[in-house]
């Protein structure tokens, strides 16, 4: 039987809208202006053996102060991805982003998306203008994503007041931080644990997590009656994905923190550039250690039991 070929849980699409200020935005973080369409898109995935994209709009949908503005971008946004996929069901999936910080546009359009428009789960930044994940006030949006067993991809975005440095482009040195910096303040609120119907994934492996994580259980006296145990258990409710991340330190240390199953391939393309991306996919499939079936379950496996619509199509 041929090999389905991969399930990418982190790709990106960039709506025509927004493709102006999204190439403004990676150029002022230093990174390369990102070009995306979904011709382009197809293409890069046969040429990389990926059956099926699932898509996310990887920036803030509106400017702090403007919820209205947020709302109505995110259901712009939404939609339009909506419509690709309901073109190409075998091809895309659909995380639908959500105008946090504002928890009642984020609950309307988590509903809408899920229920209207069939998206396979939701997307929000690792912070909103500045307010992290484990903020309390998100804790009703927490509550009704778990009552839906919902995916949630976290995506990074750069740190509050963060000083862009030319020569140290935010997207390679800052995101891996937030990411790190938001799953740790969700575990020490304890939102993975009162609501284990989620899964959220954090992208490139996670950040410094894996690497940290026992460094971090110790942080388990800041939340009362909490053991290091506890905080570890808490951080491995994450799963992961390997974007940009396959390399020969973070790979084995990506490997030896999350629990089974729940590592995932991903591309980040087009914010990671394809001849970059392609490296990265040599190395995950050049990694040596491997246990048998694990590097399937990584390209395709994993996330057919995360999103199973995505294993039938």
């Known amino acids: ?22 190439s403004g935005r990676a ?17 890069m995935m046969d040429r990389r053996s990926i059956a099926t994209g699932v898509l996310s709009f990887a920036a803030p949908v509106g400017a702090p102060g403007d919820p209205a503005g947020a709302r109505t971008t995110a259901r712009r946004v939404n939609e339009y991805t909506a419509e690709l996929v309901k073109d190409r069901p075998d091809r895309f999936g659909h995380f639908a982003v959500l105008p946090l910080p504002d928890v009642d546009g984020a609950l309307a359009e988590a509903a809408y998306a899920l229920d209207e428009l069939d998206a396979d789960g939701v997307m929000v930044l690792s912070n909103a203008h500045g307010r992290y994940l484990g903020d309390r006030a998100f804790e009703p949006l927490w509550g009704e994503l778990d009552a839906r067993a919902a995916v949630v991809l976290i995506h990074p975005t750069a ?8 020569d140290l482009p ?17 575990a020490l609120n304890g939102v993975p644990r009162r609501h284990p119907g989620i899964r959220m994934i954090l992208p490139h492996a996670g950040g410094f997590l894996p690497y940290a994580a026992h460094r971090f259980a110790s942080a388990g006296r800041l939340r009362p009656g909490a053991t290091p ?33 729940h590592v ?20 995950l499939d050049a990694h040596p250690h491997w246990a048998p079936g694990q590097l399937r379950a990584v390209h395709r496996g994993n996330a057919e039991a995360l999103l199973p619509r995505l294993a039938r199509a």
């Open 229 to 261: 145990e506890d905080v570890l258990a808490d951080l491995r409710r994450f799963y992961f994905d390997t974007a940009f991340a396959a390399g020969p330190a973070a790979l084995p240390s990506l490997l030896a923190f999350a629990a089974p199953g």
């Open 170 to 186: 935010c997207p390679l040195v800052d995101f891996p931080y937030d990411t790190t910096r938001t799953a740790l303040h969700l």
């Open 27 to 43: 150029t002022a973080y230093g990174w390369p202006a990102p070009v995306w369409d979904e011709r382009s898109a197809i293409a």
């Open 1 to 22: 039987m041929a090999d389905p070929g991969r399930i990418d849980v982190h790709q990106h699409l960039i709506p025509p809208e927004q493709r102006r200020a999204m």
């Open 159 to 166: 740190p509050p007041d963060v000083a862009v440095l030319p």
């Open 264 to 283: 995932l391939y991903g591309s980040d393309f087009p914010m990671v550039p394809e001849e970059w991306g392609a490296g990265f996919d040599a190395a």
